[in-house]
């Protein structure tokens, strides 16, 4: 399966409504797609979502890894031998995630095509569906209720709440909610590294009597001793996410004992390929996993449900980062249903132009 071509294109897509989180607001996104098409016909996609801040990637970046060095480093390569084509990857982009997790996609996806398997199969097909949270950005009590609200009637049983910037504001907004909702819905919170130590214990204190699942990136991750702090420190589950960027980092995490939880996210780590070592070394200290998202489109999304599907460790999911996009090319690249996930039909990814 040699590959033979190799283009990709951005995506610019407005959200149907802007959300605001501890450190941008966020209106719009620009995701590039990848296509690679091999000798026999077959054309596997990838789907890039940079985010500079997190991944250090811009669109153009991204374009220009694609185009100046992934076409010539693979083309005429055989595609089936994909972990020895992303450690070439790899090493000529060290510090482009997001560019890597959309090769690594499209890899994946030419894959499962050949063999008949969607790529949740071709890993393990561990389950075949898993409910994902929702989130409520960054907003006055009132509006993050009526968010609430409508996402619980749409049949989502678990939301993620925004925070990280006011944490008594934080406290009574985690309580409003679920005042209104009951107690029989999932709530989680996300502080992204908005907290010190002692706003992250004051805050896991106020808020005992509201039963959250988990509280997330507390602290700044360019500290991870202070995150260490927070999870041996508090009852409530800790996780990891802007800590977490590389195999590295899980190690780390892992083996220092600094979080009860990581959220593995495919545009941080450089796709599933690398996901599933993570998720590996989680494992192995008995850490729970979850699989998240930046802004991306259907297809990365998809990307990351089949990496869930595949393993019994990723108990978790946050994928919810293509529910407004206008216009999002590949939105039929996976299924929702009463807050539930499905994959598309079909091999692959079961999503093609």
């Given at each position: ?7 990709c ?16 607001k966020?209106t719009?996104t ?19 979502a ?20 992934v076409?010539?480093?693979?083309k ?22 997001a560019t ?11 894959l499962?095509?050949?063999?008949g398997?969607?790529?949740y ?13 929702i989130t409520i ?5 009132e ?32 309580h ?6 009951g107690?029989?819905?999932e709530?989680r ?17 106020r808020t005992k009597t ?18 260490g702090?927070v ?8 996780m ?9 980092d899980a190690f780390r ?6 979080a ?8 941080k ?8 070592q993570v ?13 998240g ?10 990307a ?5 599907l ?13 529910f ?6 590949s939105?039929a ?10 994959p598309?039909?079909?091999p ?6």
């Open positions: 399966m040699n590959i033979t071509k190799i283009e294109w951005s995506v610019s897509m407005r959200l149907a409504e802007s959300y605001e989180i501890a450190y941008e966020v719009s620009t995701n590039v797609f990848l296509r690679i098409e091999t000798h026999n016909g077959i054309c596997g996609f990838g789907c890039a940079p985010d500079e801040p997190i991944t250090g990637e811009t669109a153009e970046s991204v374009r220009g890894d694609l185009e100046g060095v076409e010539p480093l693979l005429s390569l055989d595609a089936s031998r994909y972990a020895w084509l992303m450690d070439q990857v790899v090493e000529a982009l060290p510090n482009s995630p890597r997790a959309a090769v690594d996609m499209a890899l994946f996806d030419v499962g095509k050949a063999t398997l969607s790529v199969q071709l890993l393990g097909g561990y389950r075949t569906s898993i409910p994902t949270s950005g960054l907003m006055p009590f509006d993050a209720v009526e968010h609430a609200v409508r996402h619980v009637s749409r049949g989502f049983q678990c939301l993620k709440i925004k925070g990280g910037l006011d944490v008594n504001e934080d406290i009574e907004r985690v409003a909610v679920r005042d209104r909702v107690p029989a819905i709530l919170f996300d502080a992204n590294q908005g907290y010190t130590v002692e706003q992250a214990r004051h805050f896991v204190e509201a039963k959250l699942e988990l509280l997330e990136q507390p602290t700044p991750r360019g500290a991870p001793d202070l995150l702090r999870t041996q420190s508090v009852a409530l589950p800790v990891a996410d802007e800590s977490l960027m590389s195999l590295r995490l892992a083996s220092e004992g600094l009860d939880m990581v959220n593995v996210k495919l545009m780590v450089g796709g599933i390929l690398e996901a599933l998720n590996a070394v989680a494992k192995s200290a008995k850490l729970e996993v979850m699989v998202c930046m802004d991306e489109a259907g297809l990365a999304i998809a990351g449900l089949h990496y869930a595949a393993r019994k460790n990723v108990v978790y999911a946050d994928l919810d980062g293509h407004d996009l206008i216009d999002d090319p939105h690249a996976l299924r929702l249903k009463d807050g539930i996930l499905y598309a039909e079909g692959g990814f079961g999503w093609s132009i």
